[in-house]
C-alpha cells in the first residue's frame, strides 16, 4: 500500500524539529525562516487533512487491466488509508455532469474526473459547488479560467510513448509496426505522434501503420484492427486504448506478435511477447493533488512527466534483448534529464 505523502512530510518536519531542539542555537534570521517554513507545512497538512471523502468518476471499467483500473486501484489504497470513497465506473462525457453533480450533493470533498471526456463538465459543475474540489486527469480547456476549487493533471504520457516507439523499432523484423489509439483526442494523439517519433529516431524507414479506434471499451473492434495490421505485415504492436486494446493483445497472442501495453504494467497479460507498457502512475498523481487541496497550487494545471517519476514504461517481457532493454532505459533517462525533448503533438498536421 502507498504511504500517503502527508504521512511522508510530517514525518520529515518532525524530524526536523527534533534536529533542531538538540542542535546548537542558530541565528534569529534561520529560526524565524525555520518557523516560516513550519507554519507553511502545517497550513499544508491541515488543507490536506480536509479532504476526507473522495469519489471518482472512470470512463471505463475497474477490470479493463489499464487506465481506469490503474486509477481504481488508487483510489483502494487511498480508502485503505482512511478516506472514505465512492466511484462510479463506464460514465460517458454525455453523462459525467450529472454524475459531478451527483457525488458534490452527496457531500464529497474531491471528486476526480478520469480522462479528459469530463474536463467540460468539470467546467461547468465547478462553479455551482465552491466548497467542493473538482480534479480531471487531463488539461484545463483552452480558453478557460477555471475557479479555484478545479484542477487539472496532464501527464506526459507521450514521453512513455516515444520511449515505447524505440522499443518498437529495435524490436521489429519486417521493418512494419502498428499502433492502437482510442478516441480522437489531444492526449491520445499526442501518445501516437510521440511513439511514431520515437520510432523514427531509431529508422525512419520503418513503417508505422495507425488506427484510432474510437473508443476505450470495444475488445472485439480491437482485436479487428489488430488483425488488420498484422496482415500488413505489422510484427510489433502498441495500443494506448484500455479495453479495447485486451482485443489487440488477444489478436497478437493468437498469431506471436510481439505487443507494448498501456495503462498499467501488462506484461502479466503475456510476458512472452510483452515488450513493455506505457504507463502514467494516477496513484501518485492524485497523492499529490491532495495535498495541494485548499492551496494556491491547487488550481493549477500540473504537468508532471518522466522526470518526476509519474511516467515510465514497464516491466519488460521474458524475451526482450539487453540491447533493446538498454536502449529504452537510456532513452528515458536522457528524457529525465532533458537530452532528449519529447515534442508534444495534440494534432495532426
Same mark, same amino acid.
Given at each position: 500500500?502507498?504511504?500517503?505523502?502527508?504521512?511522508?512530510?510530517?514525518?520529515?518536519?518532525?524530524?526536523?524539529?527534533?534536529?533542531?531542539?538538540?542542535?546548537?542555537?542558530?541565528?534569529?534570521?534561520?529560526?524565524?525562516?525555520?518557523?516560516?517554513?513550519?507554519?507553511?507545512?502545517?497550513?499544508?497538512?491541515?488543507?490536506?487533512?480536509?479532504?476526507?471523502?473522495?469519489?471518482?468518476?472512470?470512463?471505463?471499467?475497474?477490470?479493463?487491466?489499464?487506465?481506469?483500473?490503474?486509477?481504481?486501484?488508487?483510489?483502494?489504497?487511498?480508502?485503505?488509508?482512511?478516506?472514505?470513497?465512492?466511484?462510479?465506473?463506464?460514465?460517458?462525457?454525455?453523462?459525467?455532469?450529472?454524475?459531478?453533480?451527483?457525488?458534490?450533493?452527496?457531500?464529497?470533498?474531491?471528486?476526480?474526473?478520469?480522462?479528459?471526456?469530463?474536463?467540460?463538465?468539470?467546467?461547468?459543475?465547478?462553479?455551482?459547488?465552491?466548497?467542493?474540489?473538482?480534479?480531471?486527469?487531463?488539461? #484545463?480547456?483552452?480558453?478557460?479560467?477555471?475557479?479555484?476549487?478545479?484542477?487539472?493533471?496532464?501527464?506526459?504520457?507521450?514521453?512513455?510513448?516515444?520511449?515505447?516507439?524505440?522499443?518498437?523499432?529495435?524490436?521489429?523484423?519486417?521493418?512494419?509496426?502498428?499502433?492502437?489509439?482510442?478516441?480522437?483526442?489531444?492526449?491520445?494523439?499526442?501518445?501516437?505522434?510521440?511513439?511514431?517519433?520515437?520510432?523514427?529516431?531509431?529508422?525512419?524507414?520503418?513503417?508505422?501503420?495507425?488506427?484510432?479506434?474510437?473508443?476505450?471499451?470495444?475488445?472485439?473492434?480491437?482485436?479487428?484492427?489488430?488483425?488488420?495490421?498484422?496482415?500488413?505485415?505489422?510484427?510489433?504492436?502498441?495500443?494506448?486504448?484500455?479495453?479495447?486494446?485486451?482485443?489487440?493483445?488477444?489478436?497478437?497472442?493468437?498469431?506471436?506478435?510481439?505487443?507494448?501495453?498501456?495503462?498499467?504494467?501488462?506484461?502479466?497479460?503475456?510476458?512472452?511477447?510483452?515488450?513493455?507498457? #506505457?504507463?502514467?502512475?494516477?496513484?501518485?498523481?492524485?497523492?499529490?493533488?491532495?495535498?495541494?487541496?485548499?492551496?494556491?497550487?491547487?488550481?493549477?494545471?500540473?504537468?508532471?512527466?518522466?522526470?518526476?517519476?509519474?511516467?515510465?514504461?514497464?516491466?519488460?517481457?521474458?524475451?526482450?534483448?539487453?540491447?533493446?532493454?538498454?536502449?529504452?532505459?537510456?532513452?528515458?533517462?536522457?528524457?529525465?534529464?532533458?537530452?532528449?525533448?519529447?515534442?508534444?503533438?495534440?494534432?495532426?498536421?
Amino acid at each position: 500500500m502507498r504511504k500517503h505523502f502527508i504521512t511522508r512530510m510530517a514525518g520529515m518536519v518532525m524530524a526536523g524539529l527534533m534536529a533542531f531542539s538538540m542542535s546548537a542555537p542558530v541565528m534569529a534570521e534561520e529560526a524565524a525562516a525555520e518557523e516560516t517554513t513550519d507554519d507553511a507545512a502545517e497550513e499544508t497538512t491541515e488543507a490536506a487533512a480536509s479532504v476526507e471523502t473522495i469519489a471518482l468518476i472512470l470512463p471505463g471499467v475497474i477490470t479493463d487491466q489499464s487506465w481506469s483500473q490503474l486509477a481504481y486501484e488508487a483510489l483502494e489504497d487511498l480508502k485503505e488509508e482512511g478516506y472514505d470513497t465512492a466511484y462510479t465506473e463506464s460514465v460517458t462525457a454525455a453523462d459525467a455532469e450529472t454524475v459531478f453533480r451527483t457525488y458534490a450533493d452527496e457531500g464529497y470533498d474531491l471528486i476526480i474526473g478520469h480522462g479528459s471526456e469530463f474536463t467540460e463538465a468539470a467546467v461547468t459543475v465547478a462553479g455551482d459547488y465552491p466548497d467542493t474540489y473538482f480534479f480531471c486527469t487531463n488539461k #484545463c480547456p483552452d480558453g478557460v479560467e477555471p475557479p479555484a476549487n478545479l484542477g487539472f493533471c496532464y501527464t506526459k504520457e507521450y514521453e512513455a510513448a516515444y520511449a515505447c516507439g524505440v522499443a518498437a523499432a529495435m524490436s521489429t523484423e519486417s521493418k512494419v509496426v502498428g499502433y492502437l489509439g482510442g478516441m480522437e483526442q489531444s492526449s491520445q494523439i499526442a501518445d501516437k505522434n510521440a511513439f511514431i517519433d520515437g520510432v523514427a529516431s531509431v529508422d525512419p524507414d520503418i513503417k508505422v501503420i495507425t488506427v484510432m479506434s474510437g473508443t476505450f471499451t470495444d475488445s472485439a473492434l480491437g482485436k479487428e484492427a489488430a488483425l488488420s495490421m498484422i496482415e500488413q505485415k505489422a510484427d510489433v504492436l502498441m495500443h494506448s486504448c484500455d479495453t479495447t486494446g485486451l482485443g489487440l493483445i488477444e489478436a497478437c497472442t493468437e498469431n506471436n506478435v510481439k505487443w507494448i501495453g498501456y495503462g498499467a504494467d501488462q506484461v502479466d497479460l503475456g510476458s512472452d511477447l510483452c515488450i513493455t507498457s #506505457c504507463i502514467a502512475d494516477t496513484g501518485k498523481a492524485i497523492e499529490e493533488v491532495i495535498t495541494k487541496v485548499g492551496t494556491d497550487e491547487f488550481g493549477t494545471s500540473w504537468m508532471p512527466g518522466m522526470a518526476d517519476d509519474v511516467v515510465f514504461v514497464g516491466t519488460f517481457g521474458d524475451n526482450v534483448p539487453d540491447e533493446v532493454k538498454s536502449a529504452v532505459e537510456d532513452t528515458c533517462e536522457k528524457i529525465k534529464s532533458g537530452e532528449i525533448v519529447v515534442e508534444n503533438k495534440e494534432t495532426d498536421n
